[in-house]
């Protein structure tokens, strides 16, 4: 096995492995409002949590007080119409509302509403500018009710674009298409796909990572993470991704539906719209509830500033010894795998080198401390 094999190996490895791993502090918040039995989507913005309902509804965004559930307040968008609103996101200036519902595959008028975050701070009523697209591979419009490959449920901001996730009814796999993220009419790009042998329902992109939300055949709710050590680009699935269940935290039959991050903590919002269903005669109702949970490699991976003059590594990949060029003093070296989790920690400084002979094949992290109380953070891979 050659050397790009190797590190091409390791990196979906370093992806793959948080499946493997619980999430971090994962709870119950509180249940949502009635006014949002049918949440679809999640954002956390000026310290509260907006939400809408996926259909049925008028064009409403629901601000909800992020300490205890209460409805502050509904800001209807005036030039909207809620179809089958799906999800919602943002970047630094505006917030995006995908009304991308697609459950029979034959909408031709799909949009994402594109609302000024001073405009929705400031009034009840706002003016959303329009961005509307189809697929550019869908030549099939007619009604197929849950069985078309063209439905959505995600859109995530990226870079200049925006990217949507279908819910794909037909192989339960998820395809990327994506559009720019200025107002206008588009044919939606295909860039990415993977089998999620489940239906992603809600996205969440920050810090360099994704997280998706979703269920199964089972109504097994899930999560999916693509992590740092994906490929460049908007093919995001290229370098592997992982699934982690979350049937012991939510419940088999909990439709799961929006996620959200609150930047800079590492802390993520999840919700789950009201749901009943008769299993043996028996009737089980799900209310609409909001979850929390840590990324707990928050922290380690993604404050990664180099504190240090002219830090370098050799040989890096390496087999055993590991040497570190610096110019100051270090007085601690910890060494931390690709979960986040402290593995070694040493105050002895043996000539800026480094034991990891006895480590397994991975990517991993060393974490120098100097005697001026600065750290630094520099990524190893391990052969």
């Given at each position: 096995?050659?050397?790009?094999?190797?590190?091409?190996?390791?990196?979906?490895?370093?992806?793959?492995?948080?499946?493997?791993?619980?999430i971090?502090?994962?709870?119950?918040?509180?249940?949502?409002?009635?006014?949002?039995k049918?949440?679809?989507?999640?954002?956390?913005?000026n310290?509260?949590?907006?939400?809408?309902?996926?259909?049925?509804?008028?064009?409403?965004?629901?601000?909800?007080?992020?300490?205890?559930?209460?409805?502050?307040?509904?800001?209807?968008?005036?030039?909207?119409?809620?179809?089958?609103?799906?999800?919602?996101?943002?970047?630094?200036?505006?917030?995006?509302?995908?009304?991308?519902?697609?459950?029979?595959?034959?909408?031709?008028?799909?949009?994402?509403?594109?609302?000024?975050?001073?405009?929705?701070?400031?009034?009840?009523?706002?003016?959303?500018?329009?961005?509307?697209?189809?697929?550019?591979?869908?030549?099939?419009?007619?009604n197929?009710?849950?069985?078309?490959?063209?439905?959505?449920?995600?859109?995530?901001i990226?870079?200049?674009?925006?990217?949507?996730?279908?819910?794909?009814?037909?192989?339960?796999?998820?395809?990327?298409?994506?559009?720019?993220?200025?107002?206008?009419?588009?044919?939606?790009?295909?860039?990415?796909?993977?089998?999620?042998?489940?239906?992603?329902?809600?996205?969440?992109y920050?810090?360099?990572?994704?997280?998706?939300?979703?269920?199964?055949?089972?109504?097994?709710?899930?999560?999916?993470?693509?992590?740092?050590?994906?490929?460049?680009?908007?093919?995001?699935?290229?370098?592997?991704?992982?699934?982690?269940?979350?049937?012991?935290?939510?419940?088999?039959?909990?439709?799961?539906?929006g996620?959200?991050?609150?930047?800079?903590?590492?802390?993520?919002?999840?919700?789950?719209?009201?749901?009943?269903?008769?299993?043996?005669?028996?009737?089980?109702?799900?209310?609409?509830k909001?979850?929390?949970?840590?990324?707990?490699?928050?922290?380690?991976?993604?404050?990664?500033?180099?504190?240090?003059?002219?830090?370098?590594l050799?040989?890096?990949?390496?087999?055993?010894?590991?040497?570190?060029?610096?110019?100051?003093?270090i007085?601690?070296?910890?060494?931390?795998?690709?979960?986040?989790?402290?593995?070694?920690?040493?105050?002895?400084?043996?000539n800026?080198?480094?034991?990891?002979?006895?480590?397994?094949?991975?990517?991993?992290?060393?974490?120098?401390?100097?005697?001026?109380?600065?750290?630094?953070?520099?990524?190893?891979?391990?052969?």
């Amino acid at each position: 096995m050659n050397l790009r094999i190797i590190l091409l190996f390791l990196i979906i490895t370093a992806n793959s492995v948080f499946a493997q791993n619980e999430i971090s502090n994962f709870k119950e918040k509180f249940d949502l409002p009635n006014q949002v039995k049918e949440t679809s989507g999640l954002l956390f913005l000026n310290g509260k949590i907006i939400t809408h309902n996926d259909s049925g509804d008028s064009a409403n965004l629901y601000e909800i007080d992020s300490l205890n559930g209460s409805l502050l307040r509904t800001v209807s968008i005036n030039n909207a119409s809620n179809i089958d609103w799906e999800d919602i996101t943002e970047d630094e200036n505006h917030i995006y509302i995908g009304d991308i519902g697609n459950n029979n595959g034959n909408r031709n008028d799909l949009t994402i509403y594109k609302v000024l975050k001073t405009d929705f701070k400031n009034n009840t009523s706002v003016t959303a500018e329009k961005i509307s697209f189809t697929y550019e591979d869908q030549t099939d419009f007619t009604n197929k009710p849950n069985s078309s490959n063209f439905d959505a449920e995600t859109i995530v901001i990226f870079g200049e674009s925006i990217l949507i996730f279908t819910k794909n009814w037909a192989n339960f796999e998820t395809n990327v298409y994506e559009i720019p993220k200025l107002e206008g009419n588009y044919s939606a790009k295909k860039v990415s796909t993977a089998n999620v042998e489940g239906l992603i329902t809600g996205g969440s992109y920050k810090s360099d990572r994704f997280y998706l939300t979703g269920y199964d055949a089972t109504f097994t709710p899930f999560l999916i993470y693509i992590g740092f050590n994906r490929k460049p680009g908007s093919d995001i699935f290229f370098s592997g991704f992982s699934k982690i269940s979350l049937e012991n935290e939510m419940g088999k039959g909990s439709q799961i539906e929006g996620i959200t991050n609150i930047e800079n903590t590492g802390k993520y919002y999840i919700s789950r719209e009201f749901f009943t269903t008769n299993q043996n005669g028996m009737q089980f109702t799900f209310p609409q509830k909001l979850y929390e949970f840590f990324d707990f490699t928050f922290h380690l991976l993604s404050i990664n500033k180099n504190n240090f003059n002219n830090l370098l590594l050799q040989p890096n990949p390496v087999k055993d010894k590991l040497t570190f060029t610096v110019s100051v003093e270090i007085t601690k070296i910890e060494i931390y795998n690709s979960l986040g989790k402290l593995i070694s920690k040493t105050n002895k400084n043996l000539n800026n080198k480094v034991d990891v002979s006895g480590l397994s094949s991975g990517i991993y992290f060393l974490k120098l401390h100097s005697k001026n109380n600065k750290t630094t953070i520099k990524k190893f891979i391990k052969l």
